[in-house]
C-alpha cells in the first residue's frame, strides 16, 4: 500500500460548484498535512496547513482532517475558473525528514 | 516576496551529457530540494540539503549528485543523462532547521529536462 493515495482525476466542474478534494494515508503517525496548488508550467505553491485533526477554513478553502479514517478532504467553495490547477495533498514523513506528496488531481472548472 | 529561480525553464540534452540544474533562493532558507514530477508519479525526493556542504539521498537518488557550496544555491547533477531522465525537475526551500524538514516549501517554476 501506497504511503499517500490521491485520484488523479481528472475532475471538471461548472464555475460555482462545490468541488471536494480528498487523500487517503496509511500511517497513522503523520501528523502535518498539507494542500498544494499546482497551475500549468509553474511550480506548486502552499495552499492550506493543518496539523492533527479537524477542520481549518481559509475563505472559499476548507482543510478537513480525519485521522481516524486516515482521510484528508480539501473543499472549494463557489468554485472559479480561477482554481483551475492541479492540487497536490503533502504530508510529514514519521521521521521529521521530508514531505511526502500525494500524484495530485487536476481540477478543471468551466465558466 | 520569496522566490526560488532555476537555471533554465527548458533544456534540450543528449544521452551521456553531463547536466547542471541550477537553484537560487533569496530567502535565507536552510532547506533546499530537489524533485522531479513525472505524469502518473508525482512529485518524487531525489536529494536534500540542510546546510551548506549537507547532503541527504531522498527516494531517487540514482543516477544524480548535488552540490551546496553556498546557502543560497543548490545544484542537481546528472553526471551521465539518460532518456528515462526526461522530467520537469523541481526545486523548492525551506526555512526548517535541522530538526524538521517540513516548514513551508516554496518552489522554483521547474526545468522541463528532455533527454534525447
Not at chain 1, 68 to 81: A, V
Not at chain 1, 94 to 106: D, H, M, N, R, V
Not at chain 2, 3 to 22: H, I
Not at chain 2, 28 to 36: A, K, S, T, V
Request: hydrophobic residues 30%.
Amino acid at each position: 500500500q501506497k504511503e499517500v493515495e490521491q485520484d488523479p482525476g481528472p475532475l471538471s466542474v461548472p464555475e460555482g460548484a462545490i468541488v471536494s478534494l480528498n487523500c487517503t494515508y496509511s500511517n497513522s503517525a503523520f501528523q502535518y498535512f498539507m494542500w498544494y496548488r499546482q497551475y500549468s508550467r509553474k511550480g506548486p505553491e502552499l495552499l492550506m496547513y493543518t496539523y492533527s485533526s479537524g477542520n481549518k477554513e481559509d475563505g472559499r478553502f476548507t482543510a478537513q482532517v480525519d485521522k481516524s479514517s486516515k482521510y484528508i478532504s480539501l473543499f472549494i467553495r463557489d468554485s472559479q475558473p480561477s482554481d483551475s490547477a492541479t492540487y497536490l495533498c503533502a504530508m510529514e514523513n514519521q521521521a521529521g525528514t521530508a514531505l511526502i506528496f500525494g500524484k495530485g488531481t487536476t481540477l478543471s472548472v468551466s465558466s | 516576496d520569496v522566490k526560488v529561480t532555476q537555471s533554465s525553464r527548458y533544456l534540450v540534452k543528449r544521452t551521456g551529457e553531463k547536466v547542471f540544474l541550477e537553484c537560487v533562493q533569496d530567502m535565507d532558507h536552510e532547506n533546499m530540494f530537489w524533485y522531479r514530477q513525472d505524469p502518473g508519479l508525482g512529485l518524487r525526493l531525489i536529494y536534500f540539503s540542510y546546510d551548506v556542504k549537507m547532503k541527504e539521498k531522498g527516494d531517487i537518488p540514482e543516477g544524480y549528485s548535488v552540490s551546496r557550496e553556498k546557502k543560497e544555491r543548490f545544484s542537481l547533477i546528472l553526471e551521465s543523462a539518460s532518456t528515462n531522465q526526461t522530467s520537469m525537475y523541481l526545486c523548492a526551500s525551506s526555512r526548517g532547521s535541522r530538526l524538521t524538514y517540513t516548514d513551508t516549501q516554496y518552489f522554483g517554476p521547474g526545468t522541463r529536462l528532455t533527454v534525447l
